[in-house]
């Protein structure tokens, strides 16, 4: 089985910085395009940002210069580090990853259960 666990997210003030992680566990064999995504309430799943096994990076217009994304190849971890927080960038912020699991011959898409962010005024 494969688990993406986030952790992080928080209650914190406009203009504030945050870092979310999301570790990757279990019979994983390769991990390629990992990234991270928001929903906000009454609103569609929207994509934050992505990253590529060899760090190559791809942003919303709404967060380019304020977030950056990493990962930790050796440790199956994707980071985001949100700074200047705004309020619209309340959600509930999702991992997901392209992943190829032991056994298997073909990559399959995971995602995270969720990590809330509330920016308040």
């Known amino acids: 089985q494969v688990q993406l666990v986030e952790s992080g997210g928080g209650l914190l003030q406009a203009g504030g910085s945050l870092r979310l992680s999301c570790a990757a566990s279990?019979?994983?064999?390769?991990?390629?395009?990992m990234g991270w995504y928001r929903q906000a309430p009454g609103k569609q799943r929207e994509l934050v940002a992505t990253?590529?096994?060899?760090?190559?990076?791809n942003y919303a217009d709404s967060v380019k210069g304020r977030f950056t994304i990493s990962r930790d190849n050796a440790i199956n971890t994707v980071y985001l580090q949100s700074n200047s927080l705004k309020l619209e960038d309340t959600a509930v912020y999702y991992c997901?990853?392209?992943?190829?699991?032991?056994?298997?011959?073909?990559?399959?898409?995971?995602w995270g259960q969720g990590t809330q962010v509330t920016v308040s005024s």
């Open positions: 997901n990853a392209a992943i190829l699991k032991i056994g298997s011959t073909w990559f399959e898409y995971y």
């Open positions: 279990g019979s994983i064999l390769r991990i390629n395009a």
């Open positions: 990253i590529t096994r060899d760090g190559s990076t």
